[in-house]
């Protein structure tokens, strides 16, 4: 059974840090919204996967996902 990525588990910031910063940061604001929503699209495309295969679209959403987390990343350290 597919499960959610804790975001926050890879970032070297606490959550409540990254939610204060949210407020404050537009940007970040949207790329974490857009982190969900395309880890939500993993988690569907894994649920109607069969097996171990992935197909280009589960990779290139996961690729997406990562791209995001690191526009998150860059996004954080900017305003540290």
Request: hydrophobic content about 35%.
């Amino acid at each position: 059974m597919p499960v959610s990525h804790d975001l926050y588990q890879d970032l070297q910031y606490p959550r409540e840090i990254v939610q204060q910063r949210r407020q404050q940061d537009k940007t970040l604001d949207r790329l974490l919204d857009e982190y969900v929503d395309i880890d939500n699209q993993v988690l569907a495309a894994e649920s109607i996967s069969a097996g171990n295969f992935e197909d280009e679209d589960l990779r290139q959403l996961k690729a997406r996902r990562l791209a995001v987390k690191y526009m998150i990343e860059s996004q954080l350290e900017r305003k540290a």
